[in-house]
Every structure is written in C-alpha cells, then in structure tokens.
C-alpha cells in the first residue's frame, strides 16, 4: 500500500475508487447481532417478501459503515479524524448479492492550524451497476507533513482560513 497522503499532497477534484465487496447474509446478520437491529424487513426471508422490495435488504447504516471502510485507503490518508457527515442520502436498497465499491472525490480543503488541515470528501456507494446507492460528504482532519512546507501554501485572506474548493463544490455553494 502507497504511503499515506498528507494535507498538501492531496488535490480539489481528485477522485479514487475503492475495491469491491458482496454483501452478504452473514454481513447482514452480524450487523443486527452487533447493533441489535433485528428488523424483519433484514433478517426474515418471509417478512421481506412481503415488502416493497420483494427480498431482504441490508441496513443503511451498515451500507454508511462500508463507504467508511472502503473509503478509507482509497485515497490513504494521514487522517487525523473523521469529524462530520453531511447532507447523507441513502437513495437505493442494497440487496443480499450486490457487489459494492466507493466512489470518492476531494472537494475542498480549509487549513485547520499549524498541522492540520480539514477536507471534505464527495463519497459514493455504488452497486454492481454503477446505481448509486447511497452519498453524501465526510469531512476529516489531516495531517499536514511539514509545518515549512506548509508555509509555502497560498495564505489565507481572513481568519487565517484558506478554502480550496473544487470546481463542483463552487457551483453549488
């Protein structure tokens, strides 16, 4: 695995795609183990059958859960923390068989302090056929690798805040 990114490495509009997962009936009933949600609408064929969907479906949370894991390393970054999720939409159902990745794209980044800096980060959960499924923007800290390098950063105009933003995000700010 590549090295992880640091603040000032990281581009507005660079995008990366994770590796794939099948959720499956296990994945499923693990979650509810863990989180005690036992909905029938995820765990009972028959129940489910009934639904709107036909067939049992995942949790959302446990779709939000993957674009946190697959998004992690891709991009691999010196990340500090995960401080915000936003404007979140879980758009499709995911299914027992849907083969899942992560679309990710930096939108903007906002120095944070002397060795920090805040990113916000477009992230997609995507089906086998490229149906969104659920999106929304994380935002996290990064690391910044050197303070001296840092210093080469365009300066901020007012409360010693610089934004970079993506072309996307400007169009809809």
Not at 23 to 32: L, N, P, S, Y
Not at 138 to 144: C, H, M, N
Request: with cysteine.
């Amino acid at each position: 695995m590549d090295s992880p990114l640091f603040f000032e490495d990281i581009e507005v509009g660079q995008t990366w795609v994770s590796p794939r997962r099948t959720v499956t009936e296990a994945d499923v009933i693990g979650f509810a183990t863990m989180t005690g949600d036992f909905n029938p609408l995820h765990v009972d064929y028959d129940y489910a059958s009934k639904s709107h969907y036909r067939q049992p479906i995942a949790h959302g949370l446990l779709g939000l859960s993957w674009v946190a894991g697959l998004g992690s390393y891709f991009p691999n970054v010196n990340t500090l923390a995960l401080t915000a999720v936003r404007e979140w939409e879980f758009l499709r159902p995911l299914y027992f068989g849907d083969t899942v990745f992560v679309e990710t794209e930096c939108l903007n980044k906002t120095l944070a302090g002397r060795r920090t800096g805040r990113v916000s980060w477009q992230r997609k959960l995507l089906n086998q056929n490229k149906d969104v499924v659920q999106q929304g923007i994380f935002e996290t800290l990064v690391a910044i690798e050197n303070p001296v390098r840092r210093a080469n950063l365009p300066k901020a105009d007012n409360n010693n805040v610089e934004v970079f933003k993506s072309k996307a995000s400007i169009d809809h700010d």
